[in-house]
C-alpha cells in the first residue's frame, strides 16, 4: 500500500490543490459580480479546479475533502450549463465552502475528523432553485454502483448522479490496477486523474483496500484495485483506448438503469445489467454520513495516516519556478564554470591582463546569477493584494457599507519571506480602513460623498523599494479623539501631545493599548493591533507612514524592502571593527567639524543631543552601546589611542597634549595668549570631526557616533549562532570581500539596549520647553544662520535661497569695481553685507566663503558670506528697531547670540540703485492710484516690511492685525487685493480667506497668502481654503510679480 | 550520533586537546575540522564565553572560549592555539583550545564516570575520564558545553 501513504503523493496533492484555490476565491467574486452575464471560461475555471481537487482527495481517501468539493463542484456545473444564476448568497456558500476545504487542506490528516455537515447541506440548499421537480423529489435517496465483481462500489445521492447525466455524458465504472495499471507504466495516481479530467468528470474515486488483503493470499495476479465512478461524453468503445484501459475494466452503468424508482415506493431492484449493477437504497436519515462497503477501509488509511503526521509540509514549503528562470540560471551556471576554467588559466600562467578580464566577467556573472536567483523567491504582491477582494467583500456585507476597492501594481514583485510576513499586517490594516475608516453609507451621503466608499491598495517601486499604499475616502483619523484617548489612559503628558504635528498625532495609533472604534466590533478594535503591525513591518525593515485628513480619508504608506537576504548596507567603522547598517535604517550621515562640536552637541540631563536643522535628535556611541574600547586617532601623529574622555562637549581633556604643546610652540613665536585660544577653537582638524549616522528607528530617529564610515555594500545576511541569539544589538553578520566578518547592527534592537526611546521622549520635553520659552505669537521663520566676520552671526530667510555655493576666494573677479564670479556660463555679481551696512569686514584672505544665491531683478546675485552655521526654525521675536540699517531689516537672539536679519534686497538695491528701478519700472506708479490692498499680518516687524514695499511701488497699502480686523476693513473700504498672514490670533488667514470667498460682495477678489511656513503640504491647505496664490514672507520679487500678475 | 552509540563501542577515538593545564578528549565523530584560522572577530556584548565569530568557509561560526566555559582566565591568542569544530544542530560551532596534541585510540571500558569536579571544572561538563599512561583525560560532554543558557 505504498502508493496511498506514500507522503509525496500526498504532498503533491495538497500543493497542487493549494494552487488550484489560491486563483478561486478572486474567480468567485469576478463571478459574482458579472450575475447573469455568465463568463463561462471563469466559471469553468474554477469548475476544473474543484474538480481537480475532488479527484485528488477521492484517491487519498480524504472522504471530507472529497465530500465538500463534490458538493461545490455540482453546483458550479450547474452554473455553468447557465441552470443557476450565481447570486450573492450561492457566492458565500461557495466561499465558505472554500475556506472550510482549505482549512482540511492544511492538515489533510485530520480532515476526515472536522465536521463538513453545515457547508454540504449549504451547498445543496443552493442547488435547489435549479431541480426539476422529479429531481427534486428524491433528494435524498441513494443509489449503490458498482460492478458485477464489486457491487455497492459508490454510493450517491441520486442527485448526484442525475448531475452527472446532464448534457449526455455516460457513466462508466472505471477498475484501475494500480500496480499494473499506474505503477508499471510509470505513472502517479494524480497524473491519472488528471488525464481522465480532460476527458470527462470524476464523480467519485476509491482505491479498495479490502480487495488487496484478499488478493494477496493468491500467488497469481495481485491487484489492487481504484475504482473511479467516470462521467464522460466518449462511447465506450473509444474510451478504452483513449484512457489506456482494457475494455474489460470499463463498466458502462446505463441511464435506463438509473431512473429512479417512484418516491415513497422505496424498493431495491437488482439490475441483472450484464456491465454493472446498479442498487437503489431508501434514503437514511442521516443521508451523508450513511457508510458504504468499502469506506471503513478507506478510513483505515486515514487513521494511519494520522500515526505519522505529515509534519514537512509544514516545514519545508516548495516553490514553482518558471522553467525559463531555470533555464536563465542553467545559462549562467555554465557561464561561471567557464569564468572558473579561464580564471584558473590566467591565474596559472600569471596573465595579469587576463585575471583582470575574468574578475570582470566573474563579476557581472556573479551579479547575473544573483539576479536570477532572487527573481525565483520572488513573488508578485498580487497574491496578496487579490486576497483582500475577499476580505473587504466579506468586511463590507457584514458591516453593510459599500466598498469600491481598487488594486493597483499587483505585479510588483517581493521577495517570498516578505510576502509572506507583510499578509497579516496588510489585513489588519484593510480590516481597518474598512471597519473605521469608510462610514455608513448614509453617512456618507450625509457628508456630502459617494455613497460608495473607495479603498485603494496600491504598490509600486520607488529607489529600490517598494511601497504600498492603503488609501481610503473614509472618515480620516479622529486626532483629537486620539489625544482624548492616549490623555485618558495616561500614556502621554499634555504638553507632549499640544507640540505634535497632525502627522505625529495620526501615528499615535501605533502606541500599544490604543484603540479609537467608539464600539468595539467583530472586526477590530479591541486595542490590540496597529502597535503589533507596526512592530511587525519594522522587524520587516519596512516604514510605515499615515497622512490622514478629518473627513477626507487616510492613507497608509508602508516602504519595505525588495528582499531580506542581500540587502545595500552602509559600512562603517568602530573601534577595530567594522559594522555594517542596513541602508534602509539609514536617514543621512552628518558630519561635525571638530570646531562645531562644541555648538552642535549637548547634553541634556545625562542623555547626548544633536542639533540638526533647528531638531534635537539623540545621541549614542557606538562604542558605549556595544561597550568597545574607544579609540581616538591622535591628530598630530595620526596614531590610534584609547579615548578616556567622558563627555563629548568637552573638547579640552582630549586635546590638552596637544593644546599644551600648541601653546608652548606659540609663546615661542611669541603670539599673545588670547589669539592661542581662539586659534585652538578655530582649529579644525579632519581627523577629530565626529561621524554621525542618523537612523531611524520606527517612530523616531536617532543618531549614532562612529569612527569612520566606509562604502556602502551590497551584503549577504547570514544568522548568527544560537549562542549570540540573545544580542539585541546585531541582525545577523556578514562576510566582507576580504573574508572579514561585519556584525550587521540592529538598529531598532540598539535604541533599545541604550534605552533610547526614553531619552527621544526627553529631547521632546526639551524641546516643547524650548519652544514654551521662545513662542512669542510670532510664526516660525526657516532662517539660514551664517557668518560674516568669525563673531557677527547673521541671518537670511531660507525662502528667498535658491542656492548655496561654496567658492574659493581666489576665484573671485573684480570687473568695473563690482565683484563676480564666473557661474554656470555666466557672471553672478557678488555683494558683500559690509559694503552697505556698518557691520564688520569679511575677511577678504579666508581661502574659501560661501555664496547665498537669490533672484533678483529677474538675474541671480550671490552675497558672500564667510561660513554657514546651520538651517532653523525660530519664532524668535524680530526687533526692527535696534540694528535697523541699509542692509539689515532687525535682529533677533539665536543661539544666545545677536544675530542680524540680512535684508538681501535692500543690500543689493543701495549698492545698485538702478537696480531697484528694474524691479518698479514694471509696477504701476503713482497715475494709477487709488490701487488698494489689504495688508493683513499680526507682526509688527512684516507688516512695517510689506507695508513699505507695497508702497514703494505705488499701491496703497491698508492694514489689519487678524482675520476679524481685515473683514471689518473690507466692509469698509474697496480692496483691490488681500495679502494676508497666515498664523494670526482671533482668526487665521485661511479662515479669512474662506470668509472672503463665502460672500458675494467679494467674489473674484484675490487673496494672497505670505507666509513663513513653506511647504508643500501647507500650501495645499491654503488652497483648498481657496487662496489665490501662496508667497514667502519677504520674498519681495515674488510678491511683487503676483501683486502686477492680478492687479493688471 | 549519539553518546550512546559511541558509548557501547570498545574502541573509541579521541582528538587530544589541552585547555590551561588539563588534557581534554572529544570522541573524532564529533569533531568537523580542527582549524588553525584563528582570525576571530569579537562580538561585543556577547555571553562572556563566545569569544568571537569566525568565517568558515562562508558561514558564520560562534566560537566558544573553552577557557572562559570552565571558568578560566581567556588569554590573548598565540599560534599554538586551534579551533576545533563542531556541529550542533545545524550550526558549527568552534572550541578555542590552546593546543591539539594527539589523537588516540581509547577503550571505551577504561573511561570512568566523571567526578563532580575535574581540576576546579564543573563535572557536567564531562562524559567521563580516561586513564592515560601519565595523565588523566577529561572526555568533554559536548551537549552539555554548547548549552547557550546557563
Excluded at chain 1, 534592537?749 to 510670532?778: D, F, P, R, W
Aim: hydrophobic share 40%; charged share 25%; aromatic share 4%.
Amino acid at each position: 500500500m505504498a502508493m496511498i501513504d506514500d507522503e509525496e503523493t500526498l504532498l503533491a496533492f495538497v500543493e497542487e490543490s493549494k494552487e488550484h484555490m489560491d486563483g478561486i476565491e478572486t474567480d468567485l467574486l469576478a463571478i459574482e459580480e458579472d450575475g447573469a452575464d455568465i463568463d463561462s471560461e471563469l466559471v469553468n475555471k474554477v469548475f476544473r479546479a474543484v474538480h481537480s481537487i475532488k479527484g485528488g482527495a477521492g484517491f487519498l481517501g480524504l472522504d471530507n475533502v472529497k465530500e465538500v468539493a463534490h458538493a461545490g463542484e455540482n453546483l458550479l456545473n450547474l452554473v455553468r450549463n447557465g441552470e443557476l444564476i450565481p447570486t450573492p448568497e450561492m457566492i458565500t456558500v461557495l466561499l465558505e465552502g472554500f475556506d472550510l476545504l482549505n482549512s482540511m487542506l492544511n492538515s489533510p490528516a485530520t480532515s476526515n475528523d472536522v465536521d463538513i455537515s453545515e457547508q454540504i447541506s449549504a451547498l445543496k440548499n443552493a442547488l435547489e432553485p435549479s431541480l426539476s421537480q422529479e429531481e427534486k423529489s428524491s433528494p435524498t435517496n441513494e443509489i449503490s454502483l458498482g460492478t458485477p465483481d464489486a457491487p455497492n462500489l459508490f454510493t450517491l445521492d441520486s442527485l448526484d448522479v442525475a448531475l452527472s447525466l446532464k448534457g449526455g455524458n455516460n457513466l462508466y465504472i472505471l477498475v484501475y490496477d494500480l500496480i499494473k495499471d499506474i505503477e508499471k507504466k510509470n505513472k502517479t495516481p494524480l497524473e491519472v486523474v488528471n488525464e481522465l479530467m480532460q476527458t470527462g468528470d470524476i464523480v467519485d474515486s476509491k482505491v479498495d483496500i479490502d480487495a488487496v488483503g484478499k488478493l494477496e493470499d493468491d500467488s497469481g495476479e495481485r491487484r489492487v484495485p481504484f475504482y473511479v465512478l467516470f462521467a464522460t461524453i466518449m462511447e465506450g468503445d473509444i474510451l478504452g483506448s483513449f484512457i489506456g484501459l482494457d475494455d474489460s475494466f470499463i463498466h458502462l452503468i446505463s441511464p435506463e438503469s438509473l431512473i429512479q424508482p417512484q418516491a415513497g415506493e422505496p424498493i431495491s431492484v437488482q439490475e441483472e445489467e450484464p456491465t454493472a449493477s446498479i442498487e437503489t437504497a431508501p434514503a437514511e436519515p442521516a443521508a451523508p454520513k450513511s457508510a458504504p462497503p468499502a469506506e471503513p477501509a478507506v478510513k483505515n488509511i486515514a487513521k494511519k495516516k494520522k500515526t505519522a503526521p505529515v509534519k514537512p509540509m509544514v516545514k519545508d514549503s516548495s516553490l514553482r519556478v518558471n522553467v525559463k528562470i531555470l533555464d536563465n540560471l542553467m545559462t549562467l551556471a555554465g557561464e561561471l564554470v567557464l569564468t572558473r576554467n579561464q580564471l584558473v588559466q590566467a591565474v596559472s600562467s600569471r596573465n595579469q591582463q587576463g585575471i583582470d578580464t575574468v574578475s570582470q566577467r566573474l563579476n557581472m556573472v556573479t551579479s547575473e546569477l544573483q539576479e536570477s536567483i532572487m527573481s525565483t523567491r520572488m513573488q508578485p504582491i498580487g497574491n496578496i493584494f487579490n486576497k483582500f477582494k475577499r476580505v473587504v467583500r466579506d468586511l463590507s456585507k457584514s458591516l453593510s457599507k459599500k466598498i469600491n476597492l481598487i488594486i493597483e501594481g499587483e505585479e510588483v514583485e517581493l521577495d517570498k519571506t516578505i510576502i509572506e510576513a507583510i499578509g497579516d499586517p496588510l489585513t489588519h490594516l484593510v480590516r481597518n480602513s474598512v471597519d473605521h475608516g469608510i462610514e455608513q453609507p448614509e453617512t456618507r451621503v450625509v457628508n456630502g460623498k459617494d455613497a460608495q466608499g473607495l479603498l485603494r491598495l496600491s504598490a509600486y517601486h520607488e529607489g529600490g523599494q517598494v511601497i504600498i499604499a492603503i488609501e481610503d475616502d473614509g472618515a480620516g483619523i479622529n486626532t483629537e479623539k486620539l489625544k482624548e484617548k492616549v490623555l485618558s489612559q495616561n500614556l502621554m503628558e499634555q504638553a507632549q501631545i499640544d507640540a505634535m504635528s497632525t502627522k505625529e498625532l495620526a501615528k499615535l495609533i501605533f502606541m500599544p493599548g490604543l484603540s479609537t472604534a467608539a464600539e468595539v466590533t467583530d472586526v477590530s478594535g479591541r486595542g490590540v493591533g496597529m502597535d503589533v503591525v507596526n512592530t511587525n513591518l519594522t522587524e520587516l525593515g519596512g516604514i510605515i507612514d499615515i497622512d490622514t485628513a478629518m473627513g477626507k480619508g487616510t492613507t497608509i504608506t508602508i516602504k519595505l524592502p525588495l528582499t531580506l537576504a542581500i540587502i545595500p548596507s552602509q559600512i562603517i567603522t568602530c573601534g577595530k571593527e567594522r559594522f555594517a547598517i542596513p541602508q534602509v535604517n539609514l536617514v543621512e550621515l552628518v558630519r561635525i567639524p571638530a570646531a562645531q562640536v562644541k555648538e552642535r552637541i549637548e547634553k541634556i540631563g545625562s542623555a547626548l543631543v544633536m542639533r540638526l536643522r533647528g531638531e534635537l535628535l539623540p545621541l549614542i556611541r557606538l562604542t558605549d552601546a556595544l561597550d568597545i574600547e574607544r579609540i581616538y586617532t591622535d591628530p598630530h601623529t595620526l596614531e590610534e589611542k584609547p579615548d578616556r574622555r567622558t563627555q563629548i562637549e568637552d573638547r579640552r581633556g582630549v586635546y590638552r597634549e596637544w593644546d599644551d604643546q600648541l601653546i608652548q610652540e606659540n609663546e615661542e613665536n611669541g603670539e599673545p595668549a588670547d589669539e592661542r585660544r581662539q586659534s585652538r577653537e578655530r582649529r579644525t582638524n579632519p581627523v577629530s570631526a565626529y561621524n554621525i549616522v542618523v537612523l531611524s528607528a520606527g517612530d523616531f530617529h536617532y543618531g549614532l557616533i562612529v569612527d569612520r564610515l566606509l562604502d556602502s555594500e551590497e551584503i549577504v545576511v547570514k544568522p548568527l549562532g544560537s549562542h549570540l541569539r540573545d544580542c539585541k544589538a546585531y541582525a545577523g553578520a556578514t562576510i566582507q570581500g576580504d573574508g572579514r566578518i561585519a556584525m550587521i547592527l540592529d538598529v531598532v534592537g540598539l535604541s533599545n539596549l541604550m534605552s533610547l526611546t526614553t531619552v527621544a521622549e526627553k529631547v521632546k520635553n526639551q524641546l516643547q520647553e524650548h519652544e514654551k520659552k521662545t513662542k512669542g505669537g510670532e510664526d516660525s521663520q526657516t532662517l539660514l544662520i551664517v557668518l560674516n566676520t568669525e563673531d557677527e552671526q547673521m541671518a537670511i530667510p531660507l525662502g528667498l535661497v535658491s542656492r548655496i555655493e561654496k567658492i574659493r576666494s581666489s576665484d573671485i573677479e573684480i570687473t568695473g569695481g563690482r565683484k563676480n564670479i564666473q557661474y554656470r556660463g555666466g557672471s553672478l555679481p557678488l555683494f558683500n553685507v559690509d559694503e552697505v551696512a556698518n557691520v564688520g569686514m569679511r575677511d577678504q584672505e579666508a581661502e574659501s566663503c560661501y555664496v547665498v544665491v537669490f533672484p533678483i531683478a529677474g538675474k541671480e546675485v550671490g552675497i558672500v558670506m564667510s561660513e554657514i552655521v546651520d538651517i532653523l526654525d525660530t519664532n524668535e521675536m524680530v526687533d526692527d528697531i535696534t540694528h535697523r540699517q541699509s542692509g539689515i531689516l532687525g535682529s533677533m537672539i539665536i543661539f544666545d547670540k545677536i544675530t542680524l536679519l540680512v535684508d538681501l534686497y535692500g543690500v543689493v538695491t543701495t549698492v545698485m540703485p538702478e537696480w531697484a528701478m528694474l524691479t518698479t519700472a514694471h509696477s504701476p506708479t503713482e497715475e494709477d492710484g487709488g490701487t488698494n490692498i489689504l495688508v493683513v499680518e499680526d507682526s509688527k516687524f512684516f507688516m512695517t516690511q510689506i507695508t513699505n514695499f507695497v508702497s514703494d511701488v505705488g499701491y496703497t497699502p491698508f492694514q489689519a492685525e487678524d482675520g476679524v480686523e481685515a473683514l471689518r476693513v473690507l466692509e469698509e473700504e474697496t480692496i483691490h487685493l488681500v495679502l494676508t498672514d497666515i498664523e494670526m490670533p482671533n482668526m487665521d488667514g485661511l479662515e479669512l480667506t474662506r470668509q472672503i470667498r463665502a460672500d458675494e460682495r467679494w467674489a473674484g477678489l484675490p487673496v494672497i497668502a505670505v507666509t513663513s511656513v513653506a511647504g508643500e503640504a501647507a500650501e495645499q491647505k491654503g488652497q483648498e481654503a481657496g487662496v489665490d496664490e501662496y508667497l514667502i514672507k519677504l520674498d519681495r520679487e515674488q510678491i511683487l510679480a503676483k501683486l502686477k500678475k492680478y492687479l493688471g | 550520533m549519539t553518546q550512546q552509540t559511541t558509548q557501547t563501542e570498545d574502541i573509541r577515538e579521541l582528538a587530544l586537546f589541552q585547555v590551561d593545564d588539563m588534557i581534554c578528549g572529544l570522541d573524532t565523530s564529533l569533531v568537523q575540522e580542527i582549524n588553525k584560522q584563528t582570525e576571530i572577530t569579537p562580538v561585543h556584548r556577547a555571553p562572556d564565553y563566545v569569544r568571537g565569530v569566525m568565517n568558515l568557509r562562508g558561514e558564520i561560526a560562534t566560537i566558544i572560549d573553552l577557557r572562559k566555559k570552565f571558568k578560566l582566565e581567556s588569554i590573548n591568542i598565540n599560534k599554538k592555539m586551534k579551533v576545533v569544530v563542531v556541529r550542533q544542530g545545524s550550526e558549527n560551532i568552534g572550541l578555542l583550545v590552546d593546543s591539539v596534541t594527539d589523537v588516540i585510540m581509547a577503550d571505551s571500558r577504561d573511561i570512568a564516570p566523571p567526578p563532580s569536579n575535574v581540576s576546579g571544572v564543573p563535572g557536567i561538563f564531562f562524559e567521563g575520564i580516561y586513564t592515560m599512561k601519565e595523565d588523566l583525560d577529561a572526555v568533554l560532554n559536548v551537549d552539555e558545553l554548547l548549552r547557550a543558557g546557563e
